[in-house]
Nanobody, 129 residues
Framework: QVQLVESGGGLVQAGVSLRLSCAVS????????MAWFRQGPGKEREFVTA????????YTSDFVKGRFTISRDNAKNTVYLQMNSLKPEDTAIYYC??????????????????????WGQGTQVTVSS
């Protein structure tokens, strides 16, 4: 069965960096676009960033642009989220998601959770001030 397993979250102070990983199995990783979403306390799940099958194309939300970077290693079936200069407002559960569309086309689709069909269980990131 399809499994997405996130890791790398934790409790950190503002200003530091974390790298999240998402190990994927049970699907053809290189045929899937991947994304990270997050859900803060009392908030709806929101789009953070996405990457095409090859890694050549990415799209990142304005609120983390310049601080967060998505990447992938198709040989390891893993997608990463490098988070720098973390802020307390970045506190959330971070989820990786897979979409059976390898390219980033149509931001309406790849920025919305309902268009992803496989999800991880999430990893908690807590940033203290």
């Amino acid at each position: 069965q399809v499994q997405l397993v996130e890791s790398g979250g934790g409790l950190v102070q503002a200003g530091v960096s974390l790298r999240l990983s998402c190990a994927v199995s049970g699907l053809t990783f290189s045929r899937h676009g991947m994304a990270w979403f997050r859900q803060g306390p009392g908030k709806e799940r929101e789009f953070v960033t996405a990457i095409s099958w090859s890694g050549a194309n990415t799209y990142t939300s304005d609120f983390v642009k310049g601080r967060f970077t998505i990447s992938r290693d198709n040989a390891k079936n893993t997608v990463y989220l490098q988070m720098n200069s973390l802020k307390p407002e970045d506190t959330a559960i971070y989820y990786c998601a897979a979409r059976p569309t390898p390219y980033l086309s149509g931001s309406y689709y790849y920025t919305r959770p309902q268009f992803y069909d496989s999800w991880g269980q999430g990893t908690q990131v807590t940033v203290s001030s």
